[in-house]
Nanobody, 124 residues
Framework: QVQPVESGGGLVQAGGSLRLSCAAS????????MGWFRQARGKEREFVAA????????YYADSVKGRFTISKDSAKNTVYLQMDSLKPEDTAVYYC?????????????????WGQGTQVIVSS
């Protein structure tokens, strides 16, 4: 089993920054995709960003492109989501997920392992 564990959420003012972390423990795979999704209250879960573990290819939702940056530390089995220029509409529970199949990276139903989520609140 693989267990992603998120950390780094919190409360921040609009225009501020936060960095989320996701550490993957347990079984590892030679090539997989780690992604971030979010779910705001009353809304469906949506894709935020993803990164291929075997390379540097990244994927972003249009709504966060240019503001969020996903990166990884292979030695620590950890992926990060740097969130800058935060907006109130970024408020959500952010989930880290891992998929061991190929693309697409933005479909949550194709991810096999999920973290518990971390709350991000952006005040106006």
């Amino acid at each position: 089993q693989v267990q992603p564990v998120e950390s780094g959420g919190g409360l921040v003012q609009a225009g501020g920054s936060l960095r989320l972390s996701c550490a993957a423990s347990g079984r590892t795979f030679s090539n997989y995709i780690m992604g971030w999704f979010r779910q705001a209250r009353g809304k469906e879960r949506e894709f935020v960003a993803a990164i291929r573990w075997g390379g540097r290819i990244t994927y972003y939702a249009d709504s966060v492109k240019g503001r969020f940056t996903i990166s990884k530390d292979s030695a620590k089995n950890t992926v990060y989501l740097q969130m800058d220029s935060l907006k109130p509409e970024d408020t959500a529970v952010y989930y880290c997920a891992i998929k061991i199949t190929g693309l697409p990276a933005n479909e949550d139903t194709t991810y096999a392992y999920w973290g518990q989520g971390t709350q991000v609140i952006v005040s106006s």
